[in-house]
T-cell receptor
């Protein structure tokens, strides 16, 4: 079966430090991997995605790394700010036969201490 | 710029009661989705729609029905609520692929 999980349920960092949130996946056939941010009382918000044939992708203050050898995905947030405090979900996406499937992980709660 | 709006935001139901959750989007998106989120778990897809008048089952469709009579609205119905349906429900919409979907703020439903 397929599963997307996270190594750590919570992560606490100091403001200004870099944060690394990890994710393990099991479906080698996934086409994309995506990171979402969910703030308290809100719906998930797309942060960044990475295609399965890439190793690294950078956005604004965020970098996603994909290691297909060990089926591992990480989200790096540079200079973490209090506004980054949220639950972060990884998800894997694959498309087959015209249908799409998005499987979410369980989430990591990031707390940024001032 | 409303985006995706869910109504209501909170609801308490008794077992066996029925209700409808409304999702409205103003972005002219073709695709709409209903997810549920349970504590300690990721979102799971209930039903989705790829266009007006179409619906399809997701990962956990049992106990729910949906309708997409208008492009901007996607309704989720519970015909006979059960405590197992206590959850936070999220609606989402996207122009094409689900990857960059916009999510609503959620409906917290408690079935007692």
């Amino acid at each position: 079966g397929e599963s997307v999980g996270l190594h750590l349920p919570t992560l606490s960092v100091q403001e200004g430090d870099n944060s690394i949130i990890n994710c393990a996946y099991s479906n080698s056939a996934s086409d994309y991997f995506i990171w979402y941010k969910q703030e308290s009382g809100k719906g998930p918000q797309f942060i960044i995605d990475i295609r399965s044939n890439m190793d690294k992708r950078q956005g604004q203050r965020v970098t996603v790394l994909l290691n297909k050898t060990v089926k591992h995905l990480s989200l790096q947030i540079a200079a973490t700010q209090p506004g980054d405090s949220a639950v972060y979900f990884c998800a894997e996406f694959h498309s087959q036969g015209g249908s799409e499937k998005l499987v979410f992980g369980k989430g990591t709660k990031l707390t940024v201490n001032p | 710029n409303a985006g995706v709006t869910q109504t209501p935001k909170f609801r308490v139901l008794k077992t066996g009661q029925s209700m409808t959750l409304l999702c409205a989007q103003d972005m002219n998106h073709e695709y709409m989705y209903w997810y549920r989120q349970d504590p300690g778990m990721g979102l799971r897809l209930i039903h989705y729609s790829v266009g007006e008048g179409t619906t399809a089952k997701g990962e956990v469709p049992d106990g729910y029905n949906v309708s997409r009579l208008k492009k901007q609205n996607f309704l989720l119905g519970l015909e006979s609520a059960a405590p197992s349906q206590t959850s936070v429900y999220f609606c989402a919409s996207s122009y094409s692929t689900v990857i960059e979907a916009f999510f609503g703020q959620g409906t917290r439903l408690t079935v007692v």
